[in-house]
């Protein structure tokens, strides 16, 4: 992996063209002084996965970021070397579990989607992979209140900043509220 370049605000960064990279490290605190969140759905719509590399001092912007798609955190006081295995691992398509994203979601509560214990539920089972009709055999009701849940659920995620469209979106949602553990590296032997 190699840094492509820099660019002092995401404004300038579009500008250069497409496709520059697969994943671009963003400071909170711009110079142009821009949106952190807006910043990240911008990149993410435009096809880039972001780490937020933060002093983590600005839990507000952090939550904003994350809310819209950051994959992770990475804090400028880390090693360089942490900060570009997490730009490895983000552009790889995992998403970064640290305590910054934890102390994020914990300290807003408006950024859980409340589920119900049954939705909860529901999440686990669907987001970990199982069909509707798998989730309501397990839990032993209808496919239709499955699909209810499921539907219920997206609009709680929509409702508070954090659209889960699709399944992949609603596993990253699970993990991020602790329904589901963050699956871990895989070790080669």
């Given amino acids: 992996m190699s840094i492509k370049g820099v660019a002092p605000t995401v404004d300038s960064f579009l500008g250069?063209?497409?496709?520059?990279?697969?994943?671009?490290?963003?400071?909170?605190?711009?110079?142009?002084?821009?949106?952190?969140?807006?910043?990240?759905?911008?990149l993410v719509e435009a096809g880039y996965k972001v780490l937020i590399y933060t002093l983590g001092d600005d839990i507000r912007s952090l939550q904003q970021a994350l809310a819209n798609g950051a994959m992770g955190v990475s804090r400028k006081s880390e090693p360089m070397s942490e900060t570009l295995s997490k730009l490895r691992r983000v552009a790889a398509g995992e998403s970064i579990d640290n305590q910054e994203l934890a102390a994020a979601i914990e300290t807003d509560a408006g950024f859980a989607a409340?589920?119900?214990?049954?939705?909860?539920?529901?999440?686990?089972?669907?987001?970990?992979?199982?069909?509707?009709?798998?989730?309501?055999?397990?839990?032993?009701?209808?496919?239709?209140?499955?699909?209810?849940?499921?539907?219920?659920?997206?609009?709680?995620?929509?409702?508070?900043?954090?659209?889960?469209?699709?399944?992949?979106?609603l596993y990253r949602r699970a993990v991020e509220d602790g329904v589901l553990p963050p699956l871990l590296p895989g070790r080669k032997k």
Avoid: H, W
Avoid at 20 to 39: Q, R
Avoid at 118 to 140: D, H, K, P
Avoid at 150 to 169: C, F, L, N, Q
């Fill in 114 to 169: 409340n589920l119900s214990d049954r939705e909860a539920e529901c999440l686990g089972l669907y987001a970990t992979g199982f069909s509707q009709y798998q989730v309501a055999r397990r839990m032993n009701v209808a496919s239709g209140t499955v699909k209810k849940y499921i539907d219920r659920i997206r609009e709680k995620y929509e409702e508070v900043g954090r659209p889960a469209g699709t399944k992949i979106e």
């Fill in 16 to 42: 250069a063209g497409a496709n520059i990279c697969d994943v671009v490290a963003l400071d909170l605190s711009l110079a142009d002084g821009s949106n952190p969140g807006d910043n990240v759905r911008r």
